[in-house]
């Protein structure tokens, strides 16, 4: 589950197309994204350019951001999905669940040295 939430001020339409821009991101962290996977994205704007009230909801005029100014926040959102998924697999800990059952934390200092082996990070200095 991807979660997207922004504070630009977005209608369901656009949210619907940042959302799949989250799906790059899960891409470019290596998610083939096969069938059955369950990848699901979820967007929303926490602008008050929406106003629910007790007779229903309205919009507020002129609150809208234009579709030009989407593009920043596509790639934004592409950057963020990536590096959540990456901070998700390196600061995972080891976690033992019913009848003794271990899955283990990736080793990060060997995932560093496999990455500067075949040129995924640099060196540190």
Do not use: C, W
Request: hydrophobic share 40%; glycine share 10%.
């Amino acid at each position: 589950m991807i979660v997207v939430a922004v504070d630009a001020p977005l209608d369901a339409r656009q949210l619907r197309r940042l959302a799949k821009r989250a799906f790059l991101g899960l891409g470019n962290a290596g998610s083939s994204m096969s069938h059955g996977s369950g990848d699901y994205v979820i967007a929303f704007s926490t602008t008050r350019f929406v106003r629910f009230t007790k007779e229903g909801f309205h919009l507020e005029l002129g609150a809208q951001l234009q579709d030009e100014g989407l593009s920043p926040l596509f790639q934004a959102v592409v950057e963020a999905t990536e590096e959540a998924i990456y901070n998700s697999l390196l600061k995972a800990t080891t976690t033992s669940g019913v009848d003794g059952h271990t899955v283990e934390a990736l080793p990060v200092e060997e995932v560093k040295k496999i990455l500067q082996k075949y040129g995924g990070i640099r060196k540190e200095k």
